[in-house]
């Protein structure tokens, strides 16, 4: 495995990946259920990768600078939102491994309110068993 030897050459272990998306669009969900159909193979090969990383798409392109997406989102976008959230954290489950939400700047889950899920949404809750 090329992958192995490069890690161990480097003295580097292998904890996880990443699956980044608009967790707002349903449309993107599915492709990120194949992205995670695609790593969870090549993550089980390694014993230390055990997470999942999700990342949400950032509002500004990194290449132009310009406003990809709106900096703001309804209600039922928010429980859109997390609901897609808690698809892609099934999933990975489903493969054994561990989802981790990582909330950052530039994106609709960067405040600690809206890390808790506080806009209410019953999906949300779920998301803390994710973070540990």
């Known amino acids: 495995m090329e992958l192995k030897q490069e890690l161990d050459q480097r003295q580097l272990t292998l904890v996880g990946g990443t699956v980044g998306g608009n967790y707002v669009d349903d449309s993107s969900i599915a492709h990120m259920i194949q992205t995670i159909d695609q790593l969870a193979p090549l993550l089980k090969q ?3 990768a055990k997470y999942v990383v999700l990342l949400v798409d950032m509002f500004t392109d990194l290449m132009t600078g310009e406003l990809s997406m709106p900096r ?8 859109q939102l997390y609901r897609n959230i808690q ?5 990975i489950r489903s493969y054994g491994l561990v989802p981790a939400l990582h909330p950052h700047v530039d994106c609709y889950i960067q405040t600690e309110e809206e890390i808790e899920g506080g ?14």
């Not at 703001?72 to 429980?79: A, R």
């Open 119 to 132: 806009n209410g949404a019953e999906e949300a809750d779920r998301l803390e068993d994710d973070r540990q």
């Open 87 to 91: 698809l892609a954290c099934d999933h």
């Open 46 to 48: 390694f014993s230390e």
């Open 72 to 79: 703001t989102v309804t209600e039922d976008q928010w429980q």
